[in-house]
């Protein structure tokens, strides 16, 4: 008909059984099917058409049917899971050869602490138990007592090191007695060097660095002056951890410490000078009993020069105190260079402090200061 008239949808009829409807289902042409069959078969019951969902109902036993919630933007049916592109895996990593790896750093045994033995026959054989059974059996409880309230927590000895004393007294020490115990252990003989004139040489100087850090040296005060008093009074080197040489009789403390080189009077500060004995003679006092030549005492005069330039910078750079210092000592600083001891990156200036130190302690008459320093300080005293 002509005019404005709509179209009538086509009769039910038009397809003459249902047979044929599910043949053209099957077959799956776009052309015999519109948006709302697609729609229509991929969610059958949803669409108002119930006739054509129920001709395509059998189809699903004959052929599969797309997943159902699946559809694809334009409306039509989804790809199935099956027919989806396959995922290539991804190809191995490369391994990295290993020469082009840096070296790791060298591991060390972890130290653990030490438990220290309740009397002194429960100590490990060793230099510091035989100076312990000297001391006679009603005093040796008290002493041992003594040395366990002042160390506390000690740690076990690095793997390899054999030393006087049977564990660290600190975590602190391990890098210096390491550094030590190697040093002793290439030493060639018994005399390398000169019995009577001390050895300063920066290659013997086996404590970490920076040396001049500008802290308060006077926290060890009281180990200071009691290293002093005992070196001055009983002519022994004596480390302030062996808190046992006061109850060992005179007559048996030969064996077990060291006494002064002839060399020490030369290079003696004064006493309350903030410097303290080098660890050398707390762990490997043994070595410290032959010939002055051994390159034991060589560390000792390294770095107890440098023991004394740190407490001679820190004092005038904290407390504005300048000491009078023996020439073997002052020179002894000269020898290691002021640049090689002044290595710090947080401190730039310390080599002209150092240096404008000894200028001044050079030009001052301390002759003429003497009887000042004696009244206002005590003799002795720098």
């Known amino acids: 008909m002509a005019g404005g008239s709509s179209r009538a949808p086509p009769p039910a009829s038009s397809h003459p059984s249902g047979a044929s409807r599910a043949e053209d289902v099957q077959l799956g042409t776009e052309e015999s099917l519109g948006p709302e069959d697609s729609m229509d078969i991929t969610r059958p019951g949803g669409s108002s058409q119930s006739g054509v969902a129920k001709s395509a109902a059998p189809v699903s036993s004959a052929a599969p049917?797309?997943?159902?919630?699946?559809?694809?933007?334009?409306?039509?049916?989804?790809?199935?899971?099956?027919?989806?592109?396959?995922?290539?895996?991804?190809?191995?990593?490369?391994?990295?050869?290993?020469?082009?790896?840096?070296?790791?750093?060298?591991?060390?045994?972890?130290?653990?602490?030490?438990?220290?033995?309740?009397?002194?026959?429960?100590?490990?054989?060793?230099l510091l138990k035989d100076a312990y059974l000297a001391i006679p059996v009603l005093r040796r409880l008290d002493a041992w007592h003594r040395r366990t309230r002042r160390f506390p927590c000690q740690v076990t000895l690095p793997e390899g090191v054999e030393c006087d004393l049977p564990a660290l007294l600190s975590r602190d020490d391990e890098a210096e007695v390491l550094s030590i115990a190697g040093a002793l252990a290439e030493a060639t003989g018994e005399l390398e060097f000169d019995n009577l004139t001390p050895v300063v040489d920066s290659r013997w100087v086996l404590r970490p660095r920076p040396f001049l850090s500008g802290e308060d040296p006077h926290v060890f005060h009281g180990q200071v002056r009691e290293e002093h008093r005992l070196r001055t009074t009983s002519g022994y080197l004596v480390h302030w951890s062996r808190a046992e040489f006061a109850s060992v009789p005179e007559v048996k403390k030969g064996p077990y410490y060291p006494i002064l080189p002839g060399w020490w009077e030369s290079m003696e500060v004064p006493c309350g000078f903030p410097a303290r004995i080098p660890l050398i003679v707390a762990y490997f006092a043994s070595y410290l009993r032959g010939s002055g030549g051994h390159r034991a005492f060589a560390i000792l005069a390294s770095n107890w020069v440098v023991e004394v330039a740190r407490g001679w910078y820190a004092d005038v750079c904290r407390r504005g105190y300048l000491w009078h210092l023996p020439p073997s000592l002052v020179e002894g600083i000269e020898t290691l260079g002021f640049p090689w001891l002044c290595y710090a990156e947080d401190d730039r200036d310390a080599e002209e402090v150092l240096r404008a130190i000894v200028r001044l302690h050079s030009r001052l008459d301390w002759g003429a200061l003497a009887p000042f320093l004696t009244i206002f300080a005590g003799p002795g005293v720098g």
């Open 65 to 126: 049917s797309p997943t159902p919630g699946l559809v694809s933007p334009g409306g039509g049916e989804a790809a199935s899971p099956d027919e989806e592109e396959e995922i290539l895996p991804l190809p191995p990593r490369r391994a990295v050869p290993r020469l082009l790896l840096p070296p790791g750093p060298r591991r060390r045994t972890p130290l653990r602490a030490w438990k220290v033995p309740l009397t002194v026959e429960e100590m490990p054989p060793g």
